[in-house]
């Protein structure tokens, strides 16, 4: 496991809790408890036996204002709110908890050098989403819990509640975001599979177009050509029937002349 990385919360040296290598449980498989650094020849734990889990602890009950708050009930209060970082190395494992040291003028001073350095060093961002800035500002937001929780209890737990709140919904808002980021790129890919299914609807329709405009203009070309058939057969009739008429006239002129010379004998 990888040692965790420098931190705004102030915390205790880390203190050597168990050895898991070879050497065994002996002179120097030990244990130590608290805050105490490891002593050779220190009463150790049995062996087998491990921390708790590094989860967070159920809060103790805060005592009455009229109680005096021991050491004790301070660093319980202070490892449930922010939990000991554990971690192996070299097979041991150590273990590292939160500073019980009360904090001065000086050391709020110092936490906004340390917050302004380490946002220039890490090149956060100073406006929009960055998650950098978000957890230096957590950090620092912790460690103002951690100052203030030494000493006065209660507005520590309330700082708390204010941070867990803050998280939730900073949680809640990801949970939005992404739901809707997830919806955008749905509806962007229908509105990409919609779109070719336009697109191929459009060539169909042109091509379907191209047909019927094909189709329209052999339809003109024959209504022309039976036109210009009916005509030159329209024009030859008329000449025909014209030319009938005036056989038949020239005709009833010879049956007139040769009547009215049978008939003008006839007369005399």
Same mark, same amino acid.
């Given at each position: %496991? ?27 498989? #030990?244990?130590?408890g608290g805050r105490a650094s490891p002593i050779k020849g220190a009463p150790g734990m049995p062996e087998g036996k491990k921390l708790p889990p590094g989860g967070p602890k ?18 319980? &209060? ?31 001073? /110092? @936490?906004?050098? =340390? ?31 951690? =100052?203030?929780?030494?000493?006065? =209890?209660?507005?520590?737990?309330? @700082? ?7 998280? %939730?919904? &900073? *949680? ?12 955008? #790129?749905?509806?962007? @890919? =229908? ?6 299914? %336009? ?26 050509? &039976? ?8 024009? %030859? ?8 008429? *005036?056989?038949?006239?020239?005709? /009833?002129v010879q049956l007139k002349t040769q009547l009215e010379g049978i008939l003008s004998p006839q007369k005399k």
């Amino acid at each position: %496991m990888i040692p965790p990385s420098h931190s705004l919360v102030k915390y205790d040296n880390p203190v050597l809790v168990s050895r898991t290598d070879s050497t065994g449980a002996g002179a120097g498989g #030990m244990a130590v408890g608290g805050r105490a650094s490891p002593i050779k020849g220190a009463p150790g734990m049995p062996e087998g036996k491990k921390l708790p889990p590094g989860g967070p602890k159920k809060l103790p009950p805060v005592d009455d204002k009229g109680r005096a708050k021991t050491p004790t009930q301070t660093e319980d &209060i202070l490892n449930s709110i922010l939990p000991p970082r554990e971690w192996e190395e070299t097979g041991q494992l150590w273990v590292q908890r939160v500073s019980s040291t009360p904090a001065t003028r000086l050391d709020v001073i /110092n @936490l906004q050098e =340390q917050l302004d350095h380490m946002l220039q060093k890490r090149q956060a961002r100073e406006t929009g989403i960055c998650p950098v800035r978000r957890e230096l500002y957590s950090q620092c937001f912790d460690e103002l819990i951690r =100052q203030v929780t030494i000493s006065c =209890q209660e507005r520590g737990l309330l @700082l708390l509640r204010v941070r867990d709140e803050i998280r %939730m919904s &900073i *949680a809640a808002y990801q949970t939005l975001y992404e739901s809707s980021v997830a919806f955008g #790129m749905r509806k962007a @890919l =229908q509105a990409e599979q919609g779109k070719a299914d %336009m697109e191929n609807r459009i060539k169909e329709l042109e091509e379907e177009k191209r047909q019927l405009e094909q189709t329209v203009l052999e339809l003109k070309a024959k209504c022309e050509a &039976i036109e210009k058939r009916e005509s030159e057969r329209r024009a %030859m009739e008329e000449r025909k029937h014209a030319e009938e008429i *005036a056989f038949l006239k020239k005709t /009833n002129v010879q049956l007139k002349t040769q009547l009215e010379g049978i008939l003008s004998p006839q007369k005399k």
